[in-house]
């Protein structure tokens, strides 16, 4: 599938652009044609509720809705920050822990204050992601493949850098200190972050489906 500029067209059902711009950023290592399409570049569907208790349930509900509303080969990712002292969460409700606005520093601030009193050799956390890769085959189906990626570190007492998005600004990857550093991953560069991120492994596993789909088509 192409269009006028010959790249070839990939829909990512998300409405968070920083996601959709590491997307782009990490496919097109696979698949240099690649031109990713978010939600804005589409014409509007009903977009389905994230009601699944799990990550894959939630980005098998993007990307089945995805392929319906526009026939293009689709990506949806869900993921999330699940922190040990809480049982895991927020989890799947990550996007909108502090309430249903999907506020950033709401969800800072909320989670700093719950972790205020836990110490620091508990304050261990890993972000998640499930990435779901779906394409239409025969009349009305769908292929799926359903990959994960795992990021662990643990959770600062401060807000620190300005790049990447939603908890970047209070993680600590473990693999950052081993490498003598201890920077957020919001005081990485961004091939930095996609190096040792939960989506950059998870897509890493999908590019070479995707890209067999895309140059097949
Ligand atoms: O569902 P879409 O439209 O894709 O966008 P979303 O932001 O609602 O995405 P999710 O439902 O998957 O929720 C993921 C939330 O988890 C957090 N999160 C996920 N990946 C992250 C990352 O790489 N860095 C920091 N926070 C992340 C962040 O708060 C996200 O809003
Ligand atoms: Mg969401």
Redo the contacts with the bound molecule.
């Keep these: 599938m192409t269009d006028g500029d010959q790249r070839v067209q990939v829909f ?5 652009a ?3 711009a ?1 997307m782009q950023r990490l496919l097109e290592q696979h698949v240099p044609d690649i031109q990713v399409l978010g ?1 804005d570049d589409v014409a509007p569907y009903d ?1 389905p509720a ?1 009601t699944e208790p799990t ?1 894959e349930g ?2 098998l509900i ?1 990307v089945r809705a995805g392929v319906a509303a526009t026939g293009l080969p689709s990506i ?6 699940c922190v040990d002292a809480l049982n895991g969460m ?1 989890g ?1 409700l ?4 502090a309430g249903t606005a ?1 506020d ?1 520093a709401a ?1 800072n601030d909320l989670l700093l204050q719950q972790l205020e009193d836990v110490p620091d050799e508990r304050r261990g956390a890993h ?1 998640t ?1 499930a990435v779901a890769f779906g394409y239409p085959v025969g009349a009305g189906g769908i292929s799926e493949h359903v990959v994960h990626g795992e ?1 662990r570190g643990r959770v600062i007492r401060e807000l620190r850098g300005d790049g ?5 600004v209070l ?1 600590v990857a473990d693999d950052t200190v081993a490498g003598g550093d201890c920077h957020t ?2 005081e990485l560069d961004p091939d930095a ?1 996609d190096a040792i ?3 950059g492994k998870a897509l890493r596993a999908i590019a070479p489906v995707v890209a067999d789909v895309l140059t097949g088509l």
């Design positions: 990512v059902a998300s409405r968070n920083k996601k959709i590491e939600l977009e994230e990550f939630n980005a993007k949806a990712d869900d993921s999330g920050l927020p799947v990550s996007a909108r822990w999907k950033d969800n972000f992601c990021m990447g998005f939603g908890y970047d993680f991953s919001a972050k991120s939960h989506r």
